[in-house]
């Protein structure tokens, strides 16, 4: 992606970028932006909330819905990573057959342009009485006038509490 930003921007601008930690995906959709929409922390706290009220339609379709076509989700529960709305797919069919509803325990919200990351703990609980808590990134972009998630990650807590 950098070369892509070079191709746009000055060495020096791409450096800044770079410098600036901005993560690559995000710099490139910040150099092809004219401007940067205004977001706050409590804003891109509720697109969690947006996330997890498509879980509890148990609907695959209305979960992928929150994630950008070029989406990556890491999942908690399944090694495969997912690179395409079909995978992305495929694996909330199975994760929603035990009606997940998250709760955050902990989170970090962090802003820039047209991109923002939510990263903390969570906790699953499911229809037969059982739970797994998880780290989390939500890494969101703006796309097409709305907040998508651009990579998800989620893993289980290595330690047990």
């Known amino acids: 992606m950098t070369v892509s930003i070079r191709s746009r921007f000055s060495a ?4 800044m970028l770079l410098a600036a930690g901005m993560p690559a995906f995000a710099q490139d959709r910040a150099a092809g932006s004219a401007s940067c929409v205004a977001a706050s922390r409590a804003q ?3 697109l969690f909330e947006r996330w997890n009220a498509s879980l509890g339609t148990l609907d695959p379709d209305r979960v992928v819905a929150n994630y950008a076509p070029d989406a990556v989700l890491l999942p908690t529960v399944t090694n495969e990573p997912r690179e395409t709305p079909a995978e992305i797919r495929d694996y909330f069919v199975k994760f929603l057959k035990n009606s997940p509803k998250g709760t955050i325990d902990k989170r970090i919200v962090r802003i820039g342009c047209n991109e923002a990351r939510d990263i903390g703990t969570y906790t699953f609980r499911f229809k037969d009485g059982s739970s797994v808590k998880a780290r989390y990134t939500f ?4 796309v097409n006038g709305q907040w ?3 990579h998800h990650h989620s893993s289980a807590m290595p330690e047990k509490h």
Do not use: K, P, S, V
């Open 12 to 15: 020096a601008t791409a450096f």
């Open 139 to 142: 890494d969101y972009e703006w």
């Open 148 to 150: 998508l998630i651009a």
């Open 44 to 46: 891109i706290a509720a």
